[in-house]
Every structure is written in structure tokens, then in C-alpha cells.
T-cell receptor
Framework: EPEVTQTPSHQVTQMGQEVILRCVPI?????FYWYRQILGQKVEFLVS????????KSEIFDDQFSVERPDGSNFTLKIRSTKLEDSAMYFC?????????????FGPGTRLTVT | GQNIDQPTEMTATEGAIVQINCTYQTSGFNGLFWYQQHAGEAPTFLSY????GLEEKGRFSSFLSRSKGYSYLLLKELQMKDSASYLC???????????FGKGTSLLVTP
């Protein structure tokens, strides 16, 4: 069964450093998403991406965040200057259609720890 | 906003039936999702309701009332492995994002 993959599974970085989280969505999916989940809290939407551009972003997704689809398979989330409060599990997801089309498939997540 | 409310915790006995309720703001609403999340893992899709009524899928069923902004997830014949967090989510007004509730942590006891 096709699945979304993410690397690395765990990333430790120092405050102020840049990190890039990588995702490989399911190959025939057209919509890509990033969510985050701070430990013990709810899953929060960050950004959605369709047709090589951002289709929606939340208030969390400020100027320190960016997304890119550098080639036909990868989808990345960059955090330019990490803060302690960026420590969270970051989930990538993909879907065939937008949310009105049904299921989003989530990757296993990257646990980001900022020290 | 799109406030989504669901109980924080529930406990049920193996073999029993449990109903997890969810209420949401109806403005700009298209559909309601339920996801299951085991500790330390990613959310996995359970159901998607667009129309009013009950949709059954094996041991799990999901109900939606669009006019009341209300949904529930019904789990039958509970098993120990059903102990997890159950996340209610609705789509954003634009249809490009999922907004999740805080989740209901279900504990199934022997």
C-alpha cells in the first residue's frame, strides 16, 4: 500500500539554526500539507500546497517557514531560524483532492527538538 | 473561528460500545472527518461524512447532523487496541486544510 514517508524521524537542532524537514507524498497525489503537534496538544494545520503554490496557510506559518517541491517527488518544510517553541512533531500529509475530496494520508512524522 | 469540541477522556470496557461526540461551528462547512491516533504515531483516517446520517464501516460508524453542527463516532465490540486518541476534524472554509479538535483519549479496560 502506498504511504507518505518523512525524513529524518528525529531532528535535534540548536535555537537559531535552520532545519529542513523532508517528505515524499504518495505519487499520484496532488495536494500536500504540513501539520504540527506540540507534545500533549492538538494537531495544528500549517500549510497546504497545490499546483506548485501555497493554497492556504495558518497564522503559525509565518515568515520563518517556507515550503518547496524541489522535484517531482519531494516536499520540504524549512524553518529558517528555529525557536524553542518550534519543538513539536511535524506531520506531512497528501491527498488526491482537496479536503472536500476525502482522506488525507499522514506520514509518520519528524520529531523536532530545539535546544 | 472553527471551534471543535469533544470530550477530553473516556473509558470503556472491552467488548462494549462507546460513542464519542463532537460539535463544530457550521459556517463554511463541507465535511467532517474522524482520525485515530495512537500515542507517538501519525493520525490515521477513519471516516468522512458529508451528508446527514450514519455511515457504517465495520466496527466503526460515524454520524453527522449538518444543521446541528454535531457528529459522533461509534465504536462497537471494543478491543484493547482501540485505546487511542480519536480526533474530530472539519475542513477549513477554503477546503485546503483540516482543523482538528483536541482529541478524545479513549482507554479500553479489560
Amino acid at each position: 500500500e502506498p504511504e507518505v514517508t518523512q525524513t529524518p524521524s528525529h531532528q535535534v537542532t540548536q535555537m537559531g539554526q535552520e532545519v529542513i524537514l523532508r517528505c515524499v507524498p504518495i505519487s499520484n497525489h496532488l495536494y500536500f500539507y504540513w501539520y504540527r503537534q506540540i507534545l500533549g496538544q492538538k494537531v495544528e494545520f500549517l500549510v497546504s500546497f497545490y499546483n506548485n503554490e501555497i493554497s492556504e496557510k495558518s497564522e503559525i506559518f509565518d515568515d520563518q517557514f517556507s515550503v518547496e517541491r524541489p522535484d517531482g517527488s519531494n516536499f520540504t518544510l524549512k524553518i529558517r531560524s528555529t525557536k524553542l517553541e518550534d519543538s513539536a512533531m511535524y506531520f506531512c500529509a497528501s491527498s488526491e483532492g482537496g479536503t472536500t475530496g476525502g482522506e488525507q494520508y499522514f506520514g509518520p512524522g519528524t520529531r523536532l527538538t530545539v535546544t | 473561528g472553527q471551534n471543535i469540541d469533544q470530550p477530553t477522556e473516556m473509558t470503556a470496557t472491552e467488548g462494549a460500545i462507546v460513542q464519542i461526540n463532537c460539535t463544530y461551528q457550521t459556517s463554511g462547512f463541507n465535511g467532517l472527518f474522524w482520525y485515530q491516533q495512537h500515542a507517538g504515531e501519525a493520525p490515521t483516517f477513519l471516516s468522512y461524512n458529508v451528508l446527514d446520517g450514519l455511515e457504517e464501516k465495520g466496527r466503526f460508524s460515524s454520524f453527522l447532523s449538518r444543521s446541528k453542527g454535531y457528529s459522533y463516532l461509534l465504536l462497537k465490540e471494543l478491543q484493547m487496541k482501540d485505546s487511542a486518541s480519536y480526533l474530530c476534524a472539519r475542513d477549513s472554509n477554503s477546503g485546503y486544510a483540516l482543523n482538528f479538535g483536541k482529541g478524545t483519549s479513549l482507554l479500553v479496560t479489560p
